[in-house]
Every structure is written in C-alpha cells, then in structure tokens.
C-alpha cells in the first residue's frame, strides 16, 4: 500500500536541466531504496539511478555527472535533478520504492511515468 506520484517532466532543449520529484504515501514504514528508471521507445526499462534510506547512491554509468540522486526522508519525497540533457535521455521516466517484506523478499511499486523529452 505505497502510493508514487511523480512530478517535473517535460519539454527541454538539449543541454538544459530538468527536475523531477517523486512523494510516497501510504504504508512506507518499510521503504529501504527509492530511485528513478527511465524506458526510450524500443528500448528495454534501465536503472537510472536509485538511493537508500542511508544516502546510498548509485547511478547509471550514461548520467553520472550529469543527473543527481536526492532524498527527504521527512517528506518521503525523492528527487532527480537532470543537468547536461542529451537526446539520448529522452524516455518515459518511472520513480520506483522497494518495500521489504522478508528477509529475502521484497515488493516493487511505480509510479504513473512522466515523459521527459530533450529536443531542439
């Protein structure tokens, strides 16, 4: 019973910037890694990047230096600010929280997608 709503996507020109944020409501008591993918048209679904509870991060080899990973944990919100976008970065953006349910086990949710396209 997690609920993403995510915020920030858009139009941009090539080199821009853009943010987006993502809040969590519900049952997140045991919320332990919040992150963004993103999916391109025919492409499969990548990790873009993703932070724990701790400030943990790590990032896609394609956006490191460009994008930066944030968490509230107050606000249950977390945050990609996008610097230095290319065309290549153009997809539909998912925020994603891992609940751990088990030792072993642990349950996915998404939020709706947000479309982030860089284009002249």
């Known amino acids: 019973q997690v609920q993403l709503v995510e915020s920030g996507g858009g139009l941009v020109q090539p080199g821009g910037s853009l943010r987006l944020s993502c809040a969590a409501s519900?049952?997140?008591?045991?919320?332990?890694?919040m992150g963004w993918y993103r999916q391109a048209p025919g492409k499969q679904r990548e990790l873009v990047a993703d932070?724990?509870?701790?400030?943990?991060?790590k990032y896609a080899e394609s956006v490191k230096g460009r994008f930066t990973i944030s968490r509230d944990n107050a606000k249950n919100t977390v945050s990609l600010q996008m610097n230095s976008l290319k065309p290549e970065d153009t997809a539909v953006y998912y925020c994603?929280?891992?609940?751990?349910?088990?030792?072993?086990?642990?349950?996915?949710?998404w939020g709706q997608g947000t479309q982030v396209t860089v284009s002249s």
């Open positions: 994603n929280a891992e609940e751990g349910v088990d030792y072993d086990m642990a349950i996915d949710y």
């Open positions: 519900g049952n997140i008591f045991n919320i332990y890694g």
């Open positions: 932070i724990t509870t701790g400030g943990r991060t």
